[in-house]
């Protein structure tokens, strides 16, 4: 047999080969297809129950007055009974809290006026971080030295409850203007839990009273 017809031959052979090759192949993807949109409808249905089951599990978000309908009952009483003993009316019409870093304790001092406050208890803080010294700039993980009021109450923390305090106020702004600190960082908080980059963390218990 002659080259050439010797490669007719092949390339007839080889052309019929593929022929069945790619018609297998159609066979196989056809019926692949079929099974994967089968499995396509499983994998949705699946989906949409753990969706749904998800769904009905996560926690609604919390109002600031679902969490003073829950905890307010048990804390009140908890707080007449240590106002009572230190003689002071409750509610008070002032109150203070001072955070000492070095001794890591929360200071609860109330009073009818800022001449006559009085300490009412004292929590230990659970988790601070940074050292003695103001706090400069964002990211440094310094607590803030200063005075500042409670700026928000936040029912829905990652921390289970937290107090915003107003970091930065005037007087740090000032500061900073004066020293060319543009980035002075913020959401400084007193929240739950035992952990923090520059908040103060009083565990659950104590951040709910």
């Not at 080259?3 to 019926?31: D, H, K, N, P």
């Not at 099974?35 to 699946?46: P, Q």
């Not at 309908?69 to 009974?81: E, I, M, N, Q, Y």
Request: net charge positive; proline share 4%.
């Amino acid at each position: 047999m002659e080259l050439s017809e010797l490669s007719r031959t092949m390339v007839r052979q080889s052309a019929f080969t593929l022929f069945l090759r790619i018609s297998l192949s159609a066979l196989v993807f056809f019926g692949f297809f079929l099974n994967a949109d089968e499995l396509y409808g499983k994998v949705r249905a699946t989906s949409n129950r753990i969706a749904s089951k998800l769904k009905k599990k996560a926690k609604k978000p919390r109002s600031v007055s679902d969490v003073i309908a829950s905890v307010g009952p048990s804390c009140r009483k908890t707080w007449k009974k240590r106002f009572k003993r230190a003689k002071i009316e409750y509610p008070p019409r002032k109150l203070l809290l001072i955070g000492l870093k070095d001794e890591e304790k929360l200071l609860i001092l109330a009073g009818e006026s800022e001449d006559g406050l009085k300490k009412v208890v004292e929590y230990p803080i659970l988790g601070n971080s940074g050292t003695i010294g103001p706090k400069l700039e964002e990211g440094d993980f310094q607590m803030p030295e200063g005075f500042y009021r409670i700026s928000a109450f936040n029912p829905n923390s990652s921390y289970h409850l937290s107090l915003r305090i107003d970091y930065p106020n005037e007087e740090d702004r000032r500061h900073g203007r004066e020293d060319g600190r543009k980035k002075l960082g913020g959401d400084i908080m007193i929240h739950g839990k035992d952990c923090s980059i520059g908040c103060l963390a009083m565990g659950d218990e104590a951040i709910e009273e």
